[in-house]
């Protein structure tokens, strides 16, 4: 079994849960400063680099060989790992060098890609109430991690519409942290 498919519901619930009300409150206490942030975090260059470096990394810890603790079956693509373990890296390389528009918007996408199967394998045949939250979470990720990698400037996009006016900002920020505290308080009662 791959490590991912060991990460309790509740742990994954609390990773969530931190992540939505720790955002959402600074966004709620600081908007101007989240706000200023947010606009210009898709073309903040070294942002992307991190980002796409860790996403990269992270993708190549699953592609290295399956007999390692931390390798990942590919079924049918297993032939293709050799390759892919010489390929992610110079990719990776190439992106961070060569791409200078949207690059954090990007990186973010492939972190969020990567990121989604754990959750999506914590709740995975679990009976809790309300783990729904948890995938419904990781479907929005994977769903935005898509349009990000594909078509950065949708994000650049959505934050202009977010940020248009203060109060359309706080109401969004309020959204995502009353998600937080609900899948919070479902982690607590319920995983």
């Not at 603790?69 to 992106?95: R, S, W």
């Not at 783990?131 to 929005?140: D, T, V």
Request: one cysteine or more; proline letters at 5%; aromatic letters at 14%.
């Amino acid at each position: 079994m791959h490590p991912y498919e060991n990460i309790p519901l509740n742990v994954a619930g609390y990773l969530v849960a931190a992540w939505l009300i720790l955002s959402h409150v600074w966004m709620l206490v600081k908007t101007d400063d989240a706000i200023e942030f947010l606009k210009k975090f898709p073309r903040n260059h070294l942002a992307g680099a991190i980002l796409m470096a860790i996403g990269m990394f992270w993708f190549w810890l699953l592609i290295v060989p399956f007999k390692s603790p931390i390798g990942m079956d590919l079924g049918e693509f297993n032939g293709a790992k050799n390759i892919l373990l010489l390929a992610v890296p110079v990719v990776a390389y190439l992106m961070i060098t060569s791409v200078k528009e949207f690059l954090a918007v990007r990186g973010l996408g492939v972190v969020c890609l990567m990121a989604a199967a754990p959750l999506l394998a914590a709740a995975f045949q679990e009976q809790a109430t309300g783990k729904l939250l948890i995938p419904i979470f990781s479907y929005a990720m994977l769903t935005a991690g898509l349009f990000f990698v594909g078509m950065p400037y949708l994000m650049r996009d959505g934050i202009t519409w977010a940020t248009a006016s203060s109060g359309k900002f706080k109401l969004l920020a309020l959204g995502g942290l009353l998600y937080g505290i609900a899948t919070l308080a479902c982690a607590i009662l319920y995983y």
